[in-house]
């Protein structure tokens, strides 16, 4: 009598190739494009394994908004540091850490999912909602530290770092928010401009 049969059993991606489908496919498709179902297909796995994962939806888009933080947050900690890397002037480095908070077009994937994220946080729980201000946070906090820089080294006027970050990063805010759904006028070239132009008006020493 021949042997049975060996069960194969095929591994799950790991959760960063899930992860990182669920980005191309935004990127591709839109957020109406995802969907458990289409995931799953895209990895070689089940709806129902990765509810297994990620338990609902709304961990499944925080989880990808985590993972494009993560990279985000290696590149911007390479822009940002100190000029004897080669990075420039506290200001170069200012213009480079706006280039890269804000959105490089209408539909930019990873605005698409943060706006997503931010409008299903009124009913999100107290872990999501604390994983959510950990990716501010360190936003924030590299930008508070590149202020403070720029004012101790000359470059910038007298500010208070922790007020004008704030102040600066809501701004850029309402302007990524434009940039991302398309609002005539408010495209990437003119976001930047605008947002040199309030620096050179508010930084600027002797402005």
């Known amino acids: 009598m021949p042997p049975a049969p060996r069960r194969t059993h095929h591994a799950a991606p790991p959760r960063d190739d899930v ?17 458990m179902a289409g995931l799953g297909r895209d990895v070689g ?8 994962y990620f338990r609902t939806k709304d961990e499944l888009l925080l989880r990808t908004l985590e993972w494009s933080e993560n990279r985000l947050g290696a590149e911007r900690r390479a822009l940002l540091a100190e000029p004897r890397s080669g990075a420039g002037s506290a200001r170069e480095r200012l213009d480079a850490y706006i280039g890269l908070y804000l959105p490089a077009g209408h539909r930019d994937p990873h605005w698409t999912l943060w706006l997503e994220v931010w409008g299903r946080s009124q009913n999100a729980d107290d872990d999501a909602r604390a994983r959510q201000a950990a990716i501010e946070g360190a936003w924030h906090r590299d930008l508070v530290a590149l202020l403070a820089e720029g ?10 770092a922790d007020r004008y970050a704030a102040r600066l990063r809501a701004l850029l805010d309402g302007f990524s928010i434009h940039v991302t759904v398309g609002i005539p006028g408010t495209g990437r070239e003119q976001v930047v401009a ?12 002797g402005s």
């Open 45 to 52: 796995m089940s709806s129902g394994h990765l509810l297994y």
């Open 194 to 205: 605008q947002a040199a132009e309030f620096l050179d008006e508010t930084l600027t020493p």
């Open 151 to 160: 004012v101790s080294r000359g470059e910038f006027r007298p500010v208070d």
């Open 19 to 35: 992860l990182a489908a669920a980005m191309a496919t935004i990127a591709e498709r839109g957020l109406d494009g995802l969907t």
